[in-house]
């Protein structure tokens, strides 16, 4: 961002004003400020500081000074602003240009190899150039500048709307508050990162927490996560936390200057969006922190292995936690070819680390009943640091994985983090025993109600057959008040176990019938706190419908699952009519899923539940289908493939939905029309050999629109 001679400028200047810090004027304000952005920059970025703390300090300080005495001189990107100045009440929800999608993960050279495979086949290269660098382990952030101010800070939520996090993400100061993006020719961007807490603030923040009588936080992971939605702005600061930028996901270049773009910006802009390496060579020029300096641009896959492995043995020197390594196509024009799936592009994929491991003692075993009924065994065991988290408890999932592991209390063990994220149990040390072990006895009976019971037998998991036992009844209210589902954020597990135990919160309607007066005077519920939980449970009640299926805790019936059956229907009680066959017809629905789905729908107790719900105000209604069944492309479904001329995709799909029609993520027998542009590539193959679905061109598409 600075060269050698700006460099040499600035440090001269930091020391000019530190001898004159009591005579700066507002003459020199704006010259205060570039020098006050360097020496961040030199800390934040660099870790190269130029300047004691103290002397930064006094310079900040004769800022604050001289737009005190005429705030009409403070600028939205001036050092000052970044001071968090109050409580944010509540997060609101901000869409994202475009969709964070998750990435493909793989674990060996072997799924790299395959990996590649497709590039190869899908791009028509035999061979391909890649960047590798590193996964980072924090909290997603995505970044909106325009005219080069930072506008817009949001996390990642659901992939597609994310929490708008600005004043806490002004807070982080590796973040410029604005960017001289305008200098390649760009008037919007979106940028992706990863926010992160260092070992070393990690380290010395958990070290005050415990001076200070407080409970250290879990891990950086968690660390950056939990901090980005602190409502106080200035204890998002004092945690010193930092971001990596890696990914442009979303630009557009600056309008024609007299009808002509400029010749200069519009070399720089077409250089920079041609490949991804030099994408993060720009946002370091800008003064972002990215993994210029980590990254590497190789070809073939066999170099991708190689640095892969070369990065992993140095891991443990890094400053920051990693878990793996990206590798991303680098030519963007080929991503761009490559395209990507409901869930993740294809032109990019997250190498995990091998999983740390770690040896402890198998001290009990927990059985706990889940919402469905399910009873799973928990293992707790001698608590022991893995990967950087300490770890005292690991389910086990069901009998026939104690039986698979020969697992017995006393037992010493294996553990791993598979993938640094989920411990598990690799094995028993059967040779260590000493006779003293005990076998590991699954109950027969709920180890809650003292029902009986079951296992089908398809399946492996031992089930509570009492519906309302309290285990179950307690994990489905705490299901329908979740961040997915109805998201009644004042409500907790803690609370919802609560209420249950004093009477007042027994079914799921309950949840909006709750006698306040009786909460007056509990710990923790204060006047302050009673209206925050009314307010909340209101506003779930505009939840729309996906979140209200999903909330009710169908079996097998997940989010995705959840969104396909509310485009099904204009109301929920649709389903009431709906035989095992027509499910079947709907995307991501089989045959297990359908036999759920008819089941919960045949309940007279599940009807007269869905009723209440609607009495108590919650919207059962699909507008969006209600509005759009009369359309010309009602009971059709689309698929686009390939770059269109005159439409963008987003466009062709939201005009096919506009006018009645449903979009697949996949060629199958379901997809009544395949959309082809230039470069269509194997959707258009298959959907030639199926032989049953239509294949239209732009124009012919358009046609159909307007006939």
């Given at each position: 961002?600075?060269n050698?001679?700006?460099?040499?400028?600035?440090q001269q200047k930091s020391v000019d004003f530190l001898?004159?810090?009591n005579?700066i004027?507002?003459?020199n304000?704006?010259?205060?400020r570039?020098?006050?952005?360097?020496n961040?920059?030199?800390?934040y970025?660099?870790n190269?500081?130029l300047i004691?703390?103290?002397?930064?300090?006094?310079l900040y300080?004769a800022?604050?000074?001289i737009?005190a005495?005429?705030q009409s001189?403070?600028?939205?990107d001036?050092p000052?602003?970044?001071?968090?100045n109050?409580l944010v009440?509540?997060?609101?929800k901000?869409e994202?240009l475009?969709?964070?999608l998750?990435l493909?993960n793989?674990y060996d050279?072997?799924d790299?190899i395959?990996?590649?495979r497709?590039a190869?086949?899908?791009?028509g290269l035999?061979?391909?150039e890649?960047?590798?660098e590193p996964?980072?382990?924090?909290a997603?952030?995505?970044l909106?500048?325009?005219n080069?101010m930072l506008?817009?800070?949001?996390?990642?939520?659901d992939g597609?709307?994310?929490?708008?996090i600005?004043?806490n993400t002004m807070?982080i100061k590796?973040?410029?508050l604005?960017a001289?993006?305008?200098?390649?020719?760009?008037n919007?961007?979106?940028?992706?990162?990863?926010v992160?807490?260092?070992k070393?603030?990690?380290?010395?923040y958990?070290?005050?927490?415990?001076?200070?009588g407080?409970?250290?936080l879990a891990?950086?992971?968690?660390?950056?996560?939990?901090s980005?939605r602190?409502k106080?702005t200035?204890?998002?600061g004092?945690?010193k936390?930092e971001?990596?930028l890696y990914?442009?996901?979303y630009?557009?270049?600056?309008?024609p200057?007299?009808?002509?773009l400029?010749?200069?910006n519009?070399?720089n802009?077409?250089?920079?969006?041609s490949?991804?390496?030099?994408m993060l060579?720009m946002?370091?020029?800008?003064?972002?922190?990215?993994?210029?300096?980590?990254?590497?641009?190789?070809?073939?896959?066999?170099a991708?292995i190689d640095y892969v492995n070369?990065?992993e043995k140095s891991?443990?020197n890094?400053?920051?936690?990693?878990?793996g390594?990206?590798?991303?196509?680098?030519?963007?024009?080929l991503q761009?070819?490559l395209g990507?799936?409901?869930?993740?592009p294809r032109?990019?994929?997250?190498?995990?680390?091998k999983?740390?491991?770690?040896?402890s003692?198998?001290?009990?075993?927990e059985?706990?009943v889940?919402?469905?009924?399910a009873?799973t065994p928990?293992?707790?065991i001698?608590?022991v640091?893995?990967?950087?988290v300490?770890?005292s408890?690991?389910s086990?999932?069901?009998?026939?994985?104690?039986?698979e592991?020969?697992?017995q209390?006393g037992?010493s063990?294996?553990?791993e983090?598979s993938?640094?994220?989920i411990p598990q149990?690799?094995?028993s040390?059967a040779e260590l025993r000493?006779?003293?072990?005990?076998k590991?006895i699954?109950p027969?009976?709920?180890?809650?109600c003292e029902?009986?019971l079951?296992?089908?037998?398809?399946?492996?998991?031992?089930?509570c057959?009492n519906?309302?036992c309290k285990?179950?009844?307690?994990e489905r209210?705490i299901?329908f008040?979740s961040?997915?589902?109805l998201d009644i954020?004042?409500?907790?597990?803690?609370n919802?176990r609560?209420?249950?135990d004093?009477?007042i919160?027994?079914?799921?309607?309950?949840?909006?019938?709750l006698p306040?007066d009786?909460l007056?005077?509990?710990?923790?519920f204060?006047?302050?706190?009673i209206?925050?939980?009314?307010?909340a449970?209101?506003?779930s009640?505009?939840?729309?419908?996906?979140r209200?299926i999903?909330?009710l805790?169908?079996?097998y019936v997940g989010?995705?699952?959840a969104k396909?059956l509310a485009?099904?229907?204009?109301?929920?009680?649709?389903?009431?009519?709906y035989?095992?066959?027509?499910?079947?017809?709907l995307?991501?629905?089989?045959?297990?899923?359908?036999k759920?789905i008819?089941?919960?729908f045949?309940?007279a107790e599940?009807i007269e539940?869905?009723?209440?719900?609607?009495?108590?105000?919650?919207?059962?209604?699909?507008?969006?289908k209600?509005t759009?069944?009369?359309?010309?492309?009602?009971g059709?479904?689309f698929?686009f493939?390939?770059t269109?001329?005159r439409l963008?995709r987003?466009?062709?799909e939201?005009m096919v939905e506009a006018?009645?029609?449903k979009?697949?993520?996949?060629?199958?027998s379901k997809?009544?029309?395949l959309?082809v542009g230039?470069?269509?590539g194997?959707?258009?193959e298959k959907?030639k050999?199926?032989?049953?679905?239509?294949i239209?061109?732009?124009e012919?598409f358009?046609?159909?629109l307007s006939s």
């Amino acid at each position: 961002m600075y060269n050698e001679d700006q460099t040499k400028v600035l440090q001269q200047k930091s020391v000019d004003f530190l001898n004159a810090a009591n005579s700066i004027t507002e003459n020199n304000i704006e010259q205060l400020r570039n020098v006050l952005r360097f020496n961040e920059y030199r800390y934040y970025v660099q870790n190269n500081p130029l300047i004691s703390d103290v002397e930064y300090d006094v310079l900040y300080k004769a800022l604050e000074k001289i737009e005190a005495t005429n705030q009409s001189l403070i600028t939205k990107d001036s050092p000052t602003q970044r001071v968090g100045n109050g409580l944010v009440n509540n997060f609101a929800k901000a869409e994202h240009l475009v969709p964070m999608l998750s990435l493909e993960n793989s674990y060996d050279a072997d799924d790299l190899i395959d990996w590649d495979r497709k590039a190869k086949e899908l791009s028509g290269l035999n061979e391909v150039e890649y960047c590798v660098e590193p996964k980072f382990d924090g909290a997603s952030i995505s970044l909106i500048y325009e005219n080069n101010m930072l506008v817009r800070g949001t996390t990642r939520g659901d992939g597609v709307v994310g929490d708008d996090i600005t004043p806490n993400t002004m807070q982080i100061k590796s973040i410029p508050l604005s960017a001289n993006f305008m200098e390649y020719g760009i008037n919007q961007i979106e940028v992706r990162g990863e926010v992160m807490l260092n070992k070393k603030n990690f380290k010395a923040y958990n070290d005050k927490q415990i001076e200070e009588g407080n409970p250290p936080l879990a891990n950086p992971r968690n660390a950056a996560a939990g901090s980005l939605r602190i409502k106080d702005t200035a204890e998002v600061g004092r945690r010193k936390l930092e971001a990596f930028l890696y990914h442009v996901s979303y630009v557009t270049p600056l309008p024609p200057k007299g009808g002509i773009l400029d010749s200069t910006n519009s070399s720089n802009f077409s250089k920079q969006l041609s490949t991804h390496s030099n994408m993060l060579e720009m946002l370091w020029s800008l003064g972002f922190k990215s993994p210029k300096k980590e990254m590497k641009v190789v070809k073939g896959i066999q170099a991708v292995i190689d640095y892969v492995n070369e990065f992993e043995k140095s891991r443990d020197n890094l400053d920051y936690e990693i878990d793996g390594m990206v590798i991303k196509v680098n030519n963007l024009q080929l991503q761009d070819k490559l395209g990507m799936t409901s869930h993740h592009p294809r032109w990019a994929i997250a190498y995990k680390f091998k999983a740390r491991q770690a040896t402890s003692k198998l001290i009990g075993i927990e059985f706990q009943v889940g919402r469905t009924g399910a009873v799973t065994p928990v293992a707790k065991i001698e608590a022991v640091a893995v990967g950087g988290v300490t770890v005292s408890s690991i389910s086990i999932h069901n009998e026939e994985y104690i039986i698979e592991k020969d697992l017995q209390l006393g037992d010493s063990i294996l553990i791993e983090r598979s993938g640094d994220v989920i411990p598990q149990i690799v094995k028993s040390f059967a040779e260590l025993r000493r006779g003293t072990e005990q076998k590991i006895i699954f109950p027969t009976h709920c180890p809650v109600c003292e029902h009986i019971l079951i296992k089908p037998a398809e399946e492996a998991v031992w089930r509570c057959s009492n519906m309302n036992c309290k285990a179950q009844v307690v994990e489905r209210i705490i299901h329908f008040v979740s961040k997915d589902a109805l998201d009644i954020r004042s409500f907790g597990d803690a609370n919802v176990r609560k209420f249950y135990d004093m009477g007042i919160l027994q079914t799921l309607t309950d949840v909006y019938q709750l006698p306040w007066d009786k909460l007056k005077g509990l710990e923790g519920f204060g006047e302050k706190s009673i209206a925050n939980l009314q307010t909340a449970i209101e506003n779930s009640k505009t939840q729309p419908l996906n979140r209200i299926i999903y909330g009710l805790g169908i079996r097998y019936v997940g989010e995705t699952t959840a969104k396909t059956l509310a485009n099904a229907v204009s109301h929920l009680k649709d389903f009431t009519t709906y035989t095992e066959e027509e499910l079947k017809q709907l995307d991501d629905v089989g045959i297990k899923v359908a036999k759920s789905i008819c089941a919960f729908f045949s309940s007279a107790e599940n009807i007269e539940l869905i009723d209440k719900l609607e009495q108590l105000g919650l919207h059962l209604k699909n507008e969006k289908k209600t509005t759009t069944t009369n359309g010309n492309l009602t009971g059709f479904t689309f698929l686009f493939t390939g770059t269109l001329s005159r439409l963008k995709r987003s466009d062709g799909e939201a005009m096919v939905e506009a006018n009645g029609g449903k979009l697949l993520s996949g060629v199958s027998s379901k997809l009544s029309y395949l959309v082809v542009g230039e470069d269509a590539g194997s959707k258009l193959e298959k959907a030639k050999k199926l032989g049953t679905i239509t294949i239209l061109n732009e124009e012919e598409f358009l046609k159909m629109l307007s006939s």
